[in-house]
């Protein structure tokens, strides 16, 4: 899992590099494939219930799951998350970043920048005898106290031998609450932060989750392994 995991990185490395304004998110979807082939893996999204692409691409107020288009040109000011997984040798690894295009506003570079301190958080309670819920709350709290909120309809997750495995690992929660957290567990965290409400609504395309006020929402993802010596990054 290190390995796919390394792979993930290098592909999201290499496809923030090409974030411009006048690139479209096809671009972005034809240069990871073609990086997944190269590095020897295979991408773990496309055909995964049918989903078309290697990368989801989600610009501003989508949240998750955009689906890459030629259509879909990027601008200065505008974010877009890039998500991205493989398996290599049976092993998956998933992880995802949410890159600026050019400069933002000073709001939603803050918005980038605590939903990705609020993975740190999670990471850092992915520990043996702790539980989901003591990841959860870490994020939670940290996005609450800076007046964001937390996506409630998607979650992270177990992965392993398959993308999606137990448990769901919500970005919200109460410390001491839900399933122990064991040596050798491999969570995928990915907080969606919302700069505005919680709410969520999903596109006609029944893949695009978009935020049910239109305001912006960022996305960062790793995938942790709960070791002994405490929680080990596997797509850094
Ligand atoms: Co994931």
Request: net charge negative; charged share 25%.
């Amino acid at each position: 899992m290190r390995q796919s995991g390394r792979i993930v990185r290098q592909v999201l490395d290499h496809v923030r590099g090409l974030v411009a304004p006048g690139v479209n998110t096809m671009d972005l979807e034809r240069a990871a494939e073609k990086k997944i082939e190269e590095l020897g893996a295979k991408p773990a999204f496309k055909g995964y219930y049918d989903y078309p692409c290697v990368l989801c691409t989600s610009i501003n107020q989508e949240i998750v799951h955009g689906i890459p288009s030629e259509k879909r040109v990027l601008k200065a000011g505008d974010i877009v998350s890039i998500d991205c997984g493989v398996v290599l040798d049976g092993y998956y690894g998933d992880a995802a970043i949410t890159v600026p295009v050019v400069e933002v506003a000073p709001e939603v570079q803050k918005l980038l920048a605590v939903t990705e301190a609020s993975l740190y958080r999670g990471i850092e309670a992915a520990r043996m005898g702790n539980t989901v819920g003591d990841v959860g709350a870490a994020v939670q709290e940290l996005v609450e106290a800076n007046g964001f909120s937390v996506v409630r309809e998607f979650v992270g997750h177990g992965i392993g031998t398959k993308l999606h495995e137990e448990p769901q690992v919500p970005n919200f929660g109460t410390r001491g609450h839900g399933a122990r957290l064991r040596e050798g567990m491999v969570l995928a965290i990915e907080p969606m932060v919302n700069f505005g409400k919680p709410g969520t609504k999903l596109l006609s395309d029944k893949w695009t989750a978009v935020t049910e006020d239109g305001s912006y929402s960022a996305h960062f993802e790793h995938c942790v392994a709960v070791t002994k010596n405490g929680p080990l990054i596997l797509t850094e």
